[in-house]
């Protein structure tokens, strides 16, 4: 089984910690960070850029909230991704 490092967010300092931090406010608030996001955690930057790619798709715009998310589950049904 493949294995990635990760730095949890209760582990997590400096930029990283930046960003986790930036994932709780553009999430409302969620007090988890789902793993797909944690494996981005040894490169900063690129945690950052993808947590801004998913809050641009997902929240900015005047499309209502409920059917982007519908839009997202039917491309990743189509693709036979289970995210």
Not at 34 to 48: D, N, P, T
Request: aromatic share 8%; net charge negative.
């Amino acid at each position: 089984m493949p294995f990635i490092e990760i730095v949890s967010p209760s582990h997590a300092s400096g930029e990283v910690a930046d960003v986790y931090r930036y994932m709780g406010e553009v999430s409302g608030g969620a007090p988890q960070v789902a793993k797909i996001v944690q494996m981005f955690s040894l490169r900063a930057a690129s945690m950052r850029r993808m947590i801004r790619s998913w809050e641009l798709v997902m929240w900015c715009g005047d499309e209502p909230r409920d059917h982007r998310e519908m839009v997202a589950a039917m491309v990743s049904r189509h693709n036979d991704c289970h995210y």
